[in-house]
């Protein structure tokens, strides 16, 4: 490495950060500096530290891109959940699509990280070759049963890691639950207005059926009825009522046929589901 980055590798990941990420990590000297440092008798290898500070910073960075995106992804899916709203937001679509492919990418990396920590410790001997201290003292390698500072410090942030996995895990839950309500809305919506469709085409078909009476009377034929007062008015009177019978037949038909079928049946649990 040069002198303005540190670099650490295991296996085949290798890394490099910045100095300056490790000076407000690191402390320079116990006894010297303007700052008086109250230093334990034990001090870690600098390795330890520099590490130590990189999985910090490393940790707070996903962190913090974590907080900024679940507080908008759970309100962007609160909005459109909201049982005031009749019709789906398609602005608040694009923006869930946005933040789940923003979530997936974070989902990606925070794996990256994990998975590069799991390597680190399934390898005994690459955790004894980081303690270049002990290397530069007595000038052999350290034992690879003595190895329990380093196992702790990155299972620690294992842990951490692993927390946030979690924490994506149920965000992802979140959003394929909404996603099936979401779709079962629109179902519903869409069910009924191909039920009101329906029920129209009915009324159309019920209303040409009864105005075949009055083709009938349209046509130049003779009969004892013309010479009745009040018999235009007793053939559309006629005319109507039979039209509203046969519509009302028609939706009575219409009706018990959905309870018969199989998704009229299912019963609607007792419950509620709340926030």
């Excluded at 980055?5 to 300056?20: A, D, I, K, M």
């Excluded at 913090?64 to 009749?86: A, K």
């Excluded at 003595?146 to 959003?175: F, G, H, T």
């Excluded at 009522?241 to 199989?262: E, I, K, M, Q, V």
């Amino acid at each position: 490495c040069n002198e303005d980055t540190f670099s650490w590798s295991s296996g085949v990941h290798s890394r490099e950060v910045p100095l300056y990420l490790l000076h407000s990590h690191v402390p320079v000297s116990c006894n010297g500096g303007q700052e008086k440092l109250d230093c334990p008798k034990e001090l870690l290898p600098f390795e330890f530290i520099a590490l130590e500070a990189l999985l910090m910073k490393i940790s707070s960075v996903l962190e913090e891109r974590l907080g900024r995106l679940q507080p908008s992804l759970v309100e962007v899916l609160n909005t459109l959940l909201d049982p005031r709203l009749f019709s789906v937001d398609r602005g608040q679509l694009h923006i869930l699509l946005h933040h789940s492919k923003s979530l997936s990418e974070f989902h990606s990396l925070v794996k990256d990280v994990e998975l590069t920590l799991t390597e680190m410790l399934d390898s005994d001997v690459d955790l004894a070759d980081m303690y270049l201290t002990h290397y530069k003292i007595t000038g052999e390698d350290r034992d690879i049963d003595d190895i329990e500072e380093i196992s702790n410090l990155l299972e620690a942030y294992q842990m951490q890691v692993e927390d946030m996995i979690s924490k994506i895990q149920e965000l992802r839950e979140l959003i394929d639950r909404s996603e099936s309500v979401i779709l079962i809305n629109l179902d519903s919506q869409r069910n009924v207005m191909l039920r009101l469709s329906l029920q129209l085409e009915m009324g159309v078909f019920s209303a040409t059926v009864c105005g075949m009476v009055g083709v009938a009377f349209g046509m130049n034929l003779d009969s004892s009825l013309e010479q009745l007062p009040f018999a235009f008015w007793m053939v559309t009177g006629a005319m109507i009522t039979g039209a509203g019978l046969l519509w009302r037949r028609l939706l009575l038909f219409l009706g018990r046929n959905l309870d018969r079928s199989p998704m009229g049946k299912l019963k609607r649990p007792a419950g509620t589901i709340k926030k």
